[in-house]
């Protein structure tokens, strides 16, 4: 599986920006799709996750009411809606991938990662 993630950028606080990843190399079905960030000096965090069959999704609390996560069955692509940014929101953004069956909320569940994307956002 290969992902490749686009997007980011710098935004001032209450902004929005959209991040993608373009995915291929393999079907999704079956699989779960997250994006993940790092803040400097911070753990991995899985902001938001959603599986390809049936769309299910799940938030961090961090994010719920903020981000919003969804696919593109035809473009086998992933999207983070980010609104209402914050300052504490910049990070580096990563699209990862693995079998629905890890479950997702964890970083360390997915084995396949893109490359990351840096978001920045000024107070």
């Known amino acids: 599986v290969q992902l490749q993630a686009s997007g980011g950028g710098l935004m001032q606080a209450g902004g929005s920006l959209r991040l993608s990843c373009a995915v291929s190399g393999r079907t999704l079905a079956n699989y779960v799709m997250g994006w993940v960030r790092q803040a400097p000096g911070k753990e991995r965090e899985v902001v938001a996750s959603i599986l390809w069959s049936g769309g299910n999704t799940y938030y961090a609390d961090s994010v719920k009411g903020r981000f919003t996560i969804s696919r593109d069955n035809a473009k086998s692509t992933v999207y983070l809606q980010m609104n209402s940014l914050k300052p504490e929101d910049t990070a580096v953004y990563y699209c990862?991938?693995?079998?629905?069956?890890?479950?997702?909320?964890?970083?360390?569940?997915?084995?396949?990662w893109g490359q990351g994307t840096q978001v920045t956002v000024s107070s």
């Open positions: 990862a991938a693995d079998s629905a069956v890890v479950g997702g909320r964890f970083a360390a569940d997915y084995a396949y």
